[in-house]
């Protein structure tokens, strides 16, 4: 103590500090004393760097710009992945294919979705710039047409991942031509943070010779990998992940060109005289290697020896093994490609199914990457009221397409119209019309109620149309019955199968152990992801409400929180959905079968295959239609949130508590679609027997109230293909019916007349 200084107490809390007895781990609360806290979790280390070092991206190499060849610090350079890509066979040809399957869809340049409902002058000025536009994608460099461009373009991102566009600027500044560059010569540069830099500071440099060539910024230079990761420079490229079979494969292609060039006898050794001396069996190997050696021709003669040269044969070289086609399978899953080129087929319909798979799957992403690549050059080009958009692709074989259409046309996607628009027809003044299981009905029909059918005519009698499309009056002296109604849009009620009251057939038992694992298994998926949305969407909903009020609308407000408010949890569930909806229509085929005294592998087969095909569809509608109904649940609580003001928490517990999330609704939707998967299972089943021409709707046990079930069950027996007055095909006709639906079989019919 310095004799001019003043004595001051210190804080009991810097010494226990310092002398290490207390922890200021949990920041805000009274700090625990290491003697009170046993075993503790110790003093946590003071940071080393800067603050400045936050938000830091990854733990990038200490100088990393200053270095000048690109991936110079990846054990794989781009040379290496070329040559790997250029000398391996299969790794050519799966590029090769994609990107033909690419090259051969049809493009457009259109108005974006905001741009077209912005009026009819923004309208006009974004049709305007597609056409501009697509004169400039026609030859995108002003050197290759589109589909040599786009093939280039792919190659760097298949091989490197280092995809590389330079927009090349005309004289006044807008978008003279969109240039594919080496992106192998391209080498990143990285600010302090570890991400790319914003302009004016370069952001990539071009190496030519070695050395830095040129600097570009974001804004001059598209330099786009499909695959970035987080903890390094370049992107992750096809060719790379699957390096080691890669290598494999090259190594066993050789091993294969060795043997037809280079060996004399595969895998054999030849026994000399015991007299030769060592420079005769030099002199003699000499002689046979000269003879035999890249002659495959010669090698398969019968050659004269001497004597005592005994032959010993040793295992022959395995030409093509099982391990070739694990190879193919990998290199083609990696491709997202079928491998039926390359393996032995055992089930040609599962082959081309899955082949079919594999096109639709693998070629997604991979448009998706070119739109947003192709949109990325637009944006640069001043093209900011259009969008790259891939046109749907059509079948080239005229058979297959006229089945898409009827299917389009009668589930109602398409107008009849339209599909003759896309033919290349002219209208042809028939108006359009929606296929239905009871024929034709004119869309402009839809929604007014079905006309009165008289009283002279009864069901089954053969009943003219008028002039107005209503039933008329049978003509005189015609009493005959028949099974058809005469004229072009007859009342569903008129289509009625002339058919008895199912009494033979029992009901099949919906609470089979197969259909109670089901519906637990899909009650406990729905359970778990409904409560995971609940609590991020009470997260990110309490995010939005905190924001600063603004002017707009309180209604628009909260529509504009629910249409943002993604659903992960049950997104990610789509592929589980799925395979428990195919396992129960699958087993509801089965019971079917069983209920109809049906057996036949071949069709049991087929109804498999289809029950996968509906349960795929209906998993991805079901997602959605769950997303939609989560929404309106949340309607209620988000308004109340707004307009009292709810913390995040409050938001929490009342989602917790909402019905969109809760146990009830899980059990709800669980019971219902496993429901619905075992009727249609049985549907399939009596459709692919041929034996079923009917069917018939039975109230549930349970049945209480009166509601649409009713109305199904007076229907009685119709068509097999036809819907029940509700609309639908067979129960559950509501969440958690208990009806039951009956098949009528041929021999059936006519009973009771």
């Known amino acids: 103590m310095l004799n001019s200084g003043n004595k001051k107490p210190l804080d009991l809390g810097i010494v226990d500090r310092v002398s290490g007895k207390t922890s200021v781990w949990r920041a805000g609360t009274p700090a625990p004393r290491f003697d009170e806290a046993w075993f503790g979790p110790g003093e946590p280390q003071a940071p080393a760097a800067p603050p400045s070092v936050k938000g830091r991206q990854w733990d990038y190499p200490p100088g990393y710009n200053l270095r000048t060849q690109p991936r110079g610090e990846e054990p794989l350079s781009f040379g290496h992945l070329r040559a790997l890509a250029l000398n391996c066979d299969l790794v050519r040809l799966a590029i090769e294919t994609r990107k033909d399957q690419l090259c051969k869809l049809s493009w457009n340049i259109q108005a974006t979705e905001e741009t077209a409902a912005g009026g009819k002058r923004l309208l006009a000025a974004a049709e305007a710039q597609a056409k501009q536009a697509k004169a400039l994608f026609k030859k995108p460099d002003r050197m290759h047409r589109w589909n040599q461009w786009l093939r280039m373009w792919m190659e760097d991102m298949f091989v490197g991942d280092c995809a590389t566009l330079y927009p090349r600027p005309d004289r006044g500044g807008g978008l003279y031509a969109l240039e594919v560059m080496d992106g192998a010569l391209i080498k990143p540069v990285l600010d302090d943070s570890g991400r790319t830099p914003a302009p ?98 010669q090698r398969r003669r019968g050659t004269w020896v001497p004597k005592g040269m005994t032959p010993h044969s040793m295992k022959e070289a395995a030409l093509k093994d099982p391990i070739d086609e694990w190879f193919a399978r990998v290199v083609c899953y990696c491709f997202s490609l079928s491998p039926k080129a390359f393996v032995q087929q055992m089930n040609r319909a599962t082959a081309e199914t899955a082949e079919q798979a594999s096109l639709e799957e693998g070629l997604a992403p991979l448009q998706e990457w070119v739109k947003d690549g192709v949109d990325e050059g637009l944006e640069r080009g001043g093209f900011n009221l259009v969008e790259f958009a891939w046109e749907e692709e059509s079948t080239t074989k005229p058979k297959e397409q006229a089945e898409i259409d009827e299917i389009r046309l009668r589930s109602g996607v398409r107008r009849r119209s339209e599909i003759r628009q896309d033919r290349g027809y002219e209208k042809d003044g028939v108006p359009d019309f929606l296929m239905t299981v009871a024929g034709p009905v004119l869309l402009d029909d839809i929604g007014k109620a079905p006309p009165a059918l008289p009283e002279g005519p009864q069901v089954g009698t053969s009943a003219p149309l008028n002039t107005n499309g209503e039933p008329g009056t049978p003509e005189p002296g015609d009493g005959k019955k028949s099974t058809d109604v005469a004229g072009p849009h007859p009342h569903p009620a008129q289509k009625l199968a002339k058919v008895a009251k199912n009494k033979k057939i029992k009901p099949i038992d919906r609470e089979r152990p197969e259909v109670v694992s089901a519906r637990a298994e899909l009650q406990k998926l729905m359970q778990a992801a409904l409560k995971a949305d609940a609590q991020a969407s009470a997260e990110r909903l309490g995010e939005a409400l905190g924001l600063s009020k603004t002017d707009e609308d309180q209604g628009a407000k909260i529509w504009r929180l629910l249409m943002e408010l993604r659903f992960e949890g049950i997104e990610a569930t789509q592929d589980e959905v799925a395979a428990l909806l195919a396992q129960a229509a699958q087993n509801g085929g089965l019971a079917a079968f069983t209920q109809i005294d049906v057996e036949d592998k071949a069709i049991v087969s087929q109804v498999n295959t289809l029950a996968v095909e509906w349960a795929e569809n209906r998993a991805a509608e079901l997602v959605t239609k769950i997303q939609e109904s989560t929404r309106d649940y949340l309607r209620a609580d988000v308004t109340q949130a707004v307009e009292e003001g709810w913390s995040t928490k409050q938001l929490g517990q009342a989602l917790q508590e909402n019905f969109g999330f ?67 095909m067979g129960p559950p006709y509501h969440p958690n019916c208990v009806c039951d639906v009956l098949p009528v079989v041929s021999e059936q019919q006519g009973e009771g007349e």
């Open 200 to 297: 004016p500071l370069p952001a990539y440099q071009q190496v030519l010779k070695g050395v830095v060539a040129a600097n570009y910024t974001q804004a001059e230079l598209i330099y786009f990998p499909r695959n970035p990761l987080s903890w390094r420079v370049y992107g992750l490229s096809p060719v790379e992940q699957i390096i080691i079979t890669v290598n494999l494969v090259i190594r066993r292609q050789l091993h294969l060109l060795q043997y037809y060039t280079e060996g004399n006898l595969p895998d054999s050794l030849l026994e000399v005289s015991e007299s030769w001396s060592t420079e005769q069996i030099r002199e003699w190997q000499q002689y046979w290697d000269s003879l035999f050696a890249g002659n495959t021709a």
């Open 662 to 728: 809760s146990e009830s609704r899980s059990d709800m939707i669980a019971r219902t679609e496993i429901a619905r998967a075992d009727v249609e299972g049985n549907l399939m089943a009596y459709r692919e027997s041929g034996v079923v021409s009917g069917k018939e709707s039975i109230l549930g046990s349970e049945h209480d109230a009166p509601d649409e079930c009713d109305d199904n069950a007076d229907a009685g027996v119709i068509p097999l293909d036809e819907a029940f007055p509700s609309g639908d």
